[in-house]
Structures are given as C-alpha cells and as structure tokens.
C-alpha cells in the first residue's frame, strides 16, 4: 500500500500569509495527487486533481505541484475563509489512501 | 444540481449489520465510478471502496475486506455500502463520493454530507 505522509500536521498564519503544505508519497505516484479541504462538520470539498490542476471554481490562490513523491499546496495569500483541514490523496493505486491532514487555523 | 445524499446510518451492536445508500441527483449515476470514505470521529480520513461505471472493478481497504460489500443500481441512479461484521472501529461518518475522471487520472469532486454509523454495545 502506498502510505501518504503530510506536513506539518497543524499551522496557524496571518491573514495575507504565504502558506504551504506538503505531501510525500511512500512511492512513486506520478501526478495522481488530490487536495481537499475539509471544514469540521462538513464534507471535503476538491481543490486541486492530478497533483497542479486547480477544480472549477477553486479561487486562484490555491496551487499544487509537485510530481513522483513529494507535492505541495500552496495559499498565496490567505485569507480567513480557508480555515480548516486540508487533505492529500493518491489516486495512483488501490486502496486510494489519504494522508493525515493538515489544520490550518487563522491567527 | 449535481447531489448525493446517503441514508442508512445508526446505531448498531458489534457483530450487527447495516445497509448505506447513497442517492444520486443532478447527473446520471451510470456514467461515473463511485467511492465510499469514511471518518471516524476526530481523525482523518479513510477511503472505503470503489466501485467503476458499470460494477466491472471494485476494490475494497483492506480494513473491510470480506466484511463490506459495495454495489450500485444504475437504474435508480444509487449506490450501496452492506456492512457485515460491524465492529466498534467501524464508527465513523460515511461519505459517498463521485469519481472525477480527467487527465487519465481520478478525484472525488463530489461527495455526500455523510451519515453516521455508531458501532457499540
């Protein structure tokens, strides 16, 4: 199985901070990497799929990259509404694992 | 809109078993693989199993292999989760998810608001 390892596991930044988020895959995955972002209580929504390409009407901020083993999201500029949980996924083989989450609070 | 919505949850002793559906609305079920993820109360979260298109490939975590049973009715765009053997570390919120086919590769975009399975005695 193809274990997903994020960090840091919990930050707290300013709003208008540059944040990043890392993922690291136990092996190769090519692209097949997905970000979520959960808010507590509610289901993850999908922000970015095949490790840069950003979903529909995910705001522009938000950015991935990264390819083989170890990816990145990014917030360029952060802002209050982005609180939450964020999660990595690989999709490159079954079982389609998760990593551990990254909470990210506003300071 | 584009929707799913599950039902089936509730409370169960171990050892028990409950049936999740999960319906779809918006979009015809047929066309896209589905998922089942689920959360266990204060942690992260953990994919379930897949089922394709037309129920051809189904692959199940190894957590509830030979215990959970996927499935799906095109027909009445739906999709199933049977869970047997029902044990306390099965508590957790399920989520149904559509699979997002692009660039050859697969995401879950859209997903359920979840239903929530207790498992105790």
């Known amino acids: 199985d193809i274990q997903m390892t994020q960090s840091p596991s919990s930050l707290s930044a300013s709003v208008g901070d540059r944040v990043t988020v890392t993922c690291r895959a136990s092996?190769?995955?090519?692209?097949?990497l997905n970000w979520y972002q959960q808010k507590s209580g509610k289901a993850p929504k999908l922000l970015i799929y095949?490790?840069?390409t950003l979903y529909t009407g995910v705001p522009s901020r938000f950015s991935g990259s990264g390819s083989g083993t170890d990816f990145t999201l990014t917030i360029g500029s952060l802002q209050p509404e982005d609180f939450g949980t964020y999660y990595c996924?690989?999709?490159?083989?079954?079982?389609?694992?998760f990593g551990g989450g990254t909470k990210v609070e506003i300071k | 809109e584009e929707q799913l919505v599950e039902s089936g949850g509730g409370f169960v002793q171990p050892g028990g078993s409950l049936r999740l559906s999960c319906a779809a609305s918006?979009?015809?079920?047929?066309?896209?693989?589905m998922n089942w993820v689920r959360q266990a109360p204060g942690k992260g979260l953990e994919w379930v199993s897949y089922?394709?298109?037309?129920?051809?490939?189904?692959y199940y975590a190894d957590s509830v292999k030979g215990r959970f049973t996927i499935s799906r009715d095109n027909v009445r765009n739906s999709l199933y989760l049977q869970m047997n053997s029902l044990r306390a570390v099965d508590t957790a919120v399920y989520y149904c998810?559509?699979?997002?086919?692009?660039?050859?590769?697969?995401?879950?975009?859209?997903w359920g608001q979840g239903t929530l399975v207790t498992v105790s005695s």
């Open positions: 998810a559509r699979g997002y086919y692009q660039s050859g590769m697969d995401s879950f975009d859209i």
């Open positions: 918006g979009f015809t079920l047929r066309s896209y693989s």
């Open positions: 089922i394709s298109g037309s129920s051809a490939t189904i």
């Open positions: 092996q190769s995955i090519s692209f097949y």
């Open positions: 095949a490790a840069s």
């Open positions: 996924q690989q999709t490159y083989s079954a079982p389609l694992t």
